[in-house]
């Protein structure tokens, strides 16, 4: 089991994609500033989508013109077809992340497509990527489970995990878009995933719908997957998915892998304070965080005692 656990950072994209509250240019730059302040190396920063239906990530193209590129950070694309590859490439993304689809029921009103058309889509579009020479990720929508058709098949998933490795995709994330799996099915998939795309560096990306989103990640982590998506202050949400709540918190994971002795390289009381940034000056509505709430402990304010 790996010590160090890589963070990637979803909150400029998944974070804000569906929050009521469309933040201009400037303030997405300043969240990315402080992101990168608080120790973050990855992070999903755009999103290459149809901008009628997503408005909050119209400006991904110019908010990629100015981000930090001496900060030793690595900027994913969020992809959905051949026009948001070609999109991203332009706009000199560090990484592209393809979306594809577990279950026909949210593939049809997400992307307009099956799983399959899905994988085939990125059997065409993958050598774009691969030929401008930028790392291809491949995340599988609700891996765990659709809100208008329930269970998913687990073959499905690792079907399409093996179709992604085919591919060329280099790291393959398993999404649960509506918090509702559970640290025994998140087991048994990534077992499943692993057996069919063995050569790819599997990821996680949990929504805390239900509340078992540290779970999750604890599972995950167990068994052996070392790159976890979060959100600062657990912010987003998928506007194609009903009742989808925010992503895990980046703080409360850093916490809990740090508690646990994993290394994230990232600054527990730096993202603490992004997430208060978050809810008191950018966003101006709560967050979901605790941690932003209660503090690490011990607390950095905590006076010593003496130990009888």
Not at 54 to 70: C, F, G, I, K, Q
Request: hydrophobic share 45%; with cysteine.
């Amino acid at each position: 089991m790996s010590k160090t656990i890589d963070i990637v950072e979803v909150g400029p994209r998944d974070g804000l994609q569906n929050d009521p509250v469309l933040l201009d240019t400037d303030v997405k730059l300043e969240f990315v500033e402080r992101l990168i302040d608080a120790g973050v190396k990855r992070m999903e920063a755009a999103s290459f989508v149809n901008p009628k239906l997503v408005p909050a990530m119209a400006d991904s193209a110019e908010l990629m013109t100015r981000v930090p590129r001496d900060r030793g950070v690595s900027y994913i694309g969020l992809a959905l077809n051949e026009k948001g590859m070609r999109r991203a490439i332009d706009a000199a993304c560090d990484e592209i992340n393809f979306v594809m689809v577990a279950s026909e029921g949210f593939g049809k009103r997400n992307q307009n497509a099956t799983p399959m058309e899905t994988a085939d889509a990125l059997d065409r579009i993958a050598p774009l990527a691969l030929e401008a020479g930028i790392p291809l990720s491949a995340t599988i929508s609700v891996a765990f489970g659709d809100p208008f058709e329930g269970e998913v098949d687990r073959a499905v998933v690792a079907e399409l995990a093996r179709r992604a490795e085919a591919a060329g995709a280099v790291e393959i994330a398993l999404g649960d878009t509506i918090g509702v799996a559970d640290p025994w099915e998140v087991r048994a998939r990534l077992d499943a995933v692993r057996e069919a795309a063995p050569k790819a560096r599997l990821r996680v990306h949990f929504h805390n719908t239900r509340n078992t989103a540290l779970a999750n990640v604890a599972a995950a982590v167990d068994a052996g997957v070392d790159v976890v998506d979060a959100s600062a202050g657990g912010i987003g949400g998928c506007p194609f998915a009903p009742k989808a709540t925010g992503n895990v918190p980046t703080e409360d994971v850093v916490y809990m892998l740090e508690r646990g002795g994993f290394e994230t390289g990232i600054d527990l009381e730096k993202m603490i304070a992004v997430a208060k940034w978050l809810e008191d000056e950018a966003l101006k509505h709560p967050v979901e965080s605790l941690l932003s709430k209660a503090g690490g402990f011990p607390s950095a304010a905590a006076p010593a005692t003496a130990a009888g």
